[in-house]
């Protein structure tokens, strides 16, 4: 994946296959750092699965052998000069966390996280989202749960209600960031 969004949206999809009720982002810029982290309250992986699950060819998918998601974020994160790093407990969730040096020359371009984020949020279902984004000492936060009680009845896909997340976001990551270029 050419953009780190999409890579926090892939990891975070696999989430929503867990049946997560309550999924959080964070996405932290301090320090040269560019940090991930993506922690559910879905099924969780035993050990054994745990054990193997940066490996291309370990997946949960019928369709297919191979799954990348996680392994490619691993890989990306090391070689961007930072980190990876999961854990999970069966039956009560998964924290999956990555790291990345900002001005390292292998580190992807964040991306666009505004789109990867409603991506997310149309996929969601009954589950619920807080996407946390700072940068030094400014920070944004986006919960689905504020945004369900102010819409009563109306669905979170709706297609205005999407295009006002993604605005939303994008003004809000645009001012925490305060000019910089991530």
Not at 20 to 25: D, F, K, P, V
Request: aromatic letters at 6%.
């Amino acid at each position: 994946m050419r953009e780190l969004s999409l890579n926090l949206l892939d990891i975070a999809e696999n989430s929503v296959k867990a049946k997560a009720t309550l999924i959080e982002i964070t996405v932290t810029v301090k320090a040269n750092l560019l940090t991930f982290v993506i922690k559910d309250n879905g099924c969780g992986m035993d050990e054994a699965f745990l054990a193997k699950v940066t490996d291309p060819f370990t997946t949960t998918r019928t369709t297919r052998k191979v799954g990348m998601g996680i392994p490619l974020l691993k890989m990306i994160a090391e070689m961007s000069g930072g980190e990876f790093a999961i854990t999970s407990e069966k039956g009560v969730g998964t924290t999956t966390s990555a790291t990345f040096q900002l001005d390292h020359i292998n580190r992807p371009p964040l991306g666009d996280l505004a789109d990867s984020i409603v991506a997310l949020v149309t996929d969601l279902g009954d589950s619920n989202l807080i996407f946390t984004y700072s940068v030094e000492n400014e920070k944004f936060v986006f919960d689905t749960r504020e945004v369900r009680a102010e819409l009563e009845d109306i669905p979170m896909d709706n297609p205005e209600i999407l295009v006002f997340i993604r605005d939303l976001i994008k003004q809000n990551v645009e001012i925490t960031n305060g000019g910089l270029n991530i």
